[in-house]
């Protein structure tokens, strides 16, 4: 119950963004916002911090695979910044297969805004990312971004559904390509191809916990 209360406040935390972001306020209105942010904001601080933990197996490591099939929506962490819906600043995009195929969706709000009525590039660049990142889960890999190459063929809009797709194109021992694009409606806005390296993943959590 809790992890769905912390979703659903970081919800309500980022719809509060775009619509700061939206609108035109007058001096009491932000006076009057000041005053309520700077006292939860207080009230934030008085609580105990959180630490993400690594966890205790390489099986506790793996991310979520969801289900094959639209109707079954999940996020890579709750987190994360694209795909997690504990994460007030996050994007919220919701994500699921079709095979290998992985897929988000999302509609960015007006905090994400570039250029007047477009999304970032930079975001536009990290819901590719995530996807992909969607994809190493679907093929059980554990791997980094070694190389991202975007295309964007068209203005991506902000308040409108955007679909991103990605797969696996080849793979060459630890070194993987992949390719992605997203798209609103029927426009296919931005394209991508990228190379990601393996890991191992005994490798990878033994350097975590040595780093901490």
Same mark, same amino acid.
């Given at each position: 119950?809790?992890? @769905? =209360?912390? %979703? /659903? +406040?970081?919800?309500?935390? *980022? !719809?509060?963004? #775009?619509?700061?972001?939206?609108? @035109? =306020?007058? %001096? /009491? +209105?932000?006076?009057?916002? *000041? !005053?309520?942010? #700077? ?7 008085? %609580? ?18 969801? %289900? ?145």
């Amino acid at each position: 119950m809790s992890d @769905d =209360l912390r %979703a /659903d +406040v970081a919800g309500a935390m *980022r !719809e509060l963004g #775009h619509e700061f972001v939206a609108r @035109d =306020l007058d %001096a /009491d +209105v932000l006076d009057l916002l *000041r !005053e309520h942010l #700077h006292a939860m904001q207080q009230l934030l601080e008085r %609580a105990p911090r959180r630490v993400r933990e690594l966890p205790d197996s390489l099986e506790g490591f793996k991310m979520a695979v969801p %289900a094959e099939g639209r109707h079954e929506r999940r996020q890579l962490f709750a987190d994360s910044i694209v795909s997690g819906a504990a994460n007030p600043l996050g994007l919220g995009a919701s994500l699921w297969r079709e095979g290998d195929v992985a897929y988000m969706e999302v509609t960015l709000g007006k905090a994400f805004e570039g250029a007047p009525g477009r999304s970032h590039g930079g975001v536009v660049a990290a819901l590719i990312d995530e996807t992909m990142g969607l994809v190493l889960a679907v093929h059980d890999l554990l791997a980094f971004t070694g190389q991202l190459d975007i295309t964007y063929l068209a203005p991506t809009p902000i308040n409108t559904p955007l679909v991103a797709s990605a797969r696996l194109e080849r793979r060459d021992g630890r070194k993987l390509q992949l390719v992605a694009s997203v798209r609103a409606d029927e426009t296919e806005v931005a394209s991508a191809s990228a190379l990601f390296v393996a890991v191992e993943p005994e490798r990878f959590l033994a350097h975590l916990r040595q780093a901490r």
